[in-house]
C-alpha cells in the first residue's frame, strides 16, 4: 500500500460516515468538508491496534480522531466498519511506515489526518 492508497483510503471511509449528528447540540453535519471546516481538532488520532502492537489482529479495537463541535461537545470519527483485510493492510502500513520514518503511530496517523483534511476541503464534491 503507497502512502496515497492509505490516505484515500481513510478520506473515503470518513466521508462515508456524513450525514452526521453531534450528540450535544444536534448539529447536522452534512459532509465531511463541512465537519473539518466546523470542529476543531482534539488530541492525536490514536490507532488502538497499534499502539498495542497487535498488527495482525483478528479483532480490531479501531482507530479514532475526535474534535469538538462549536457547542463543546467531542465529536469522534472511527475506522469501525472497514473490512477486517483492509485494517490488517493498513495496520502493515503503519507498522512499515512508523519503523521507516523513525516516528510513533500517533505521529504518522497526525500526518495522515491532517493530508485527510486538505483532501476534504479542496474536494469540490464535498461542497
Same mark, same amino acid.
Given at each position: 500500500? @503507497?502512502?496515497?492508497? &492509505?490516505?484515500?483510503?481513510?478520506?473515503?471511509?470518513? /466521508?462515508?460516515l456524513?450525514?452526521?449528528?453531534?450528540s450535544?447540540?444536534?448539529?447536522? &453535519? $452534512? /459532509?465531511?468538508?463541512?465537519?473539518?471546516?466546523?470542529?476543531?481538532? $482534539?488530541?492525536? @488520532?490514536? /490507532?488502538?491496534?497499534?499502539?498495542?502492537?497487535?498488527?495482525q489482529t483478528?479483532?480490531?479495537?479501531?482507530?479514532?480522531?475526535?474534535?469538538?463541535?462549536?457547542?463543546g /461537545?467531542?465529536?469522534?470519527?472511527?475506522?469501525?466498519g472497514?473490512?477486517?483485510?483492509?485494517?490488517?493492510?493498513?495496520?502493515?502500513?503503519?507498522? $512499515?511506515?512508523?519503523?521507516?520514518?523513525?516516528?510513533?503511530?500517533?505521529?504518522?496517523?497526525?500526518?495522515?489526518?491532517?493530508?485527510?483534511?486538505?483532501?476534504?476541503?479542496?474536494?469540490?464534491?464535498?461542497?
Amino acid at each position: 500500500m @503507497t502512502e496515497d492508497e &492509505f490516505i484515500q483510503l481513510n478520506y473515503e471511509h470518513y /466521508s462515508s460516515l456524513f450525514p452526521r449528528r453531534c450528540s450535544g447540540c444536534a448539529r447536522l &453535519f $452534512v /459532509s465531511l468538508r463541512e465537519y473539518i471546516q466546523s470542529t476543531r481538532p $482534539v488530541g492525536a @488520532t490514536i /490507532s488502538y491496534d497499534a499502539e498495542l502492537g497487535d498488527w495482525q489482529t483478528e479483532r480490531p479495537l479501531g482507530a479514532a480522531a475526535l474534535a469538538n463541535c462549536p457547542c463543546g /461537545s467531542t465529536v469522534g470519527l472511527t475506522t469501525e466498519g472497514i473490512p477486517l483485510e483492509v485494517i490488517q493492510r493498513m495496520l502493515e502500513w503503519i507498522k $512499515v511506515q512508523t519503523e521507516q520514518r523513525g516516528i510513533t503511530s500517533a505521529e504518522l496517523l497526525g500526518y495522515v489526518r491532517e493530508q485527510v483534511r486538505k483532501r476534504a476541503l479542496a474536494d469540490p464534491a464535498q461542497r
